[in-house]
């Protein structure tokens, strides 16, 4: 039988919501509401909050795509099936630090009935990938309300790779541009988060390109473009830098989705309001709008890299994963077709 005060209930509270157990809505007389904070939680709360994170995460990365049967590299071979089985069951598993216990403990007692402060980490502590997985989650549960607008400005959301990734178009709202440290996110220890939500984020970029038909201002698609741009920078280096080159199959699967016979520019730019715009700057804007299809031409850089590794080249395995998923996305023919745009896009 756990005990625990009311403060800590409220914690449990939210902590449940931030692992998708609830809505947030469910929870928000919780974080609306100031409440004194204890000097430290109690036994009981404390494991509880440890089983939650437990059972939560995994339950998270479940939901993500970690179940489904996919195709990543391990050391110098092609791994197959689901995260489970491609990975160590010593490789997985997080670490959280009491900065995770530090933000949970913030977000009970913070007043934000007019508006949410800016949760700062201890200054001590670097935060952990546990302590980071929990603030891409924590924002995530959040992002649709009001309570989290400044948080974008900050230099844990911003170097945060998981949020970069999953909330371009909140970054282009907050008019921020992210900063995101990819590479510990793509080494053997941790890519297997990336793995895990590939799905994920290809469904998020899937809905951000379709949303662009629905943007009016000019400035709007710049900035969503740039943002765009410094991400997607990022991951190729590092994916490029770090020989996975896989850990990038979600743009192959946004590119089957929006580049197809059918496509054409409105898709992009067909609520613009180009009016008053020079030529210079509507060309800039046709540039942002369409950043994503332009990335094909590194993709394509990548697959002529691929057909000229040998068997006993270094990077082999790399190599022919990266074909299988080039076949397996129909990549030559989305990329004709994103070509097209491009060039419809150009006059």
């Not at 900063?179 to 890519?191: A, E, F, H, V």
Request: charged share 25%.
């Amino acid at each position: 039988m756990r005990t625990v005060s009311r403060f800590e209930s409220n914690l449990l509270r939210i902590l449940h919501c931030v692992l998708g157990h609830s809505h947030v809505n469910q929870v928000l007389p919780a974080l609306v509401r100031p409440a004194t904070r204890p000097e430290c939680l109690s036994r009981d709360a404390v494991d509880l909050v440890q089983h939650s994170l437990a059972s939560g995460t995994t339950m998270t990365l479940t939901r993500g795509g970690a179940w489904m049967q996919h195709r990543h590299i391990r050391g110098d071979a092609i791994c197959d099936g689901n995260l489970w089985q491609r990975t160590e069951p010593a490789r997985l598993g997080f670490e959280f630090s009491p900065a995770s216990i530090d933000l949970l403990m913030w977000l009970t007692q913070s007043d934000a009935t007019q508006k949410m402060p800016i949760w700062i980490p201890p200054t001590s502590r670097t935060l952990t990938p546990g302590d980071q997985f929990l603030l891409y989650l924590t924002v995530t549960a959040l992002r649709e309300t009001t309570l989290i607008s400044d948080w974008y400005e900050t230099n844990v959301i911003r170097g945060n790779a998981l949020i970069a990734l999953a909330m371009p178009e909140q970054f282009a709202e907050a008019k921020v541009m992210p900063q995101p440290d990819i590479d510990q996110w793509i080494d053997l220890d941790d890519g297997w988060v990336l793995e895990a939500i590939q799905d994920e984020l290809a469904r998020v970029w899937t809905d951000v390109e379709k949303n662009k038909c629905r943007i009016t201002r000019p400035d709007s698609m710049q900035r969503l473009g740039r943002v765009q741009e410094q991400i997607l920078d990022q991951l190729f280096d590092s994916a490029e830098r770090n020989s996975r080159r896989d850990l990038c199959r979600f743009v192959l699967e946004v590119m089957k989705r929006i580049a197809d016979a059918h496509a054409q520019r409105g898709q992009w730019i067909g609520s613009l309001d180009t009016t008053d715009l020079r030529l210079a700057d509507r060309t800039a804007t046709y540039q942002c709008a369409s950043v994503l299809l332009r990335f094909g031409a590194r993709l394509r850089q990548w697959q002529s890299a691929s057909q000229s590794v040998g068997y006993f080249d270094e990077g082999y395995a790399e190599s022919q994963l990266w074909k299988s998923l080039w076949e397996s996305c129909d990549a030559e023919d989305s990329l004709l077709h994103a070509d097209r745009v491009l060039q419809e896009l150009s006059f």
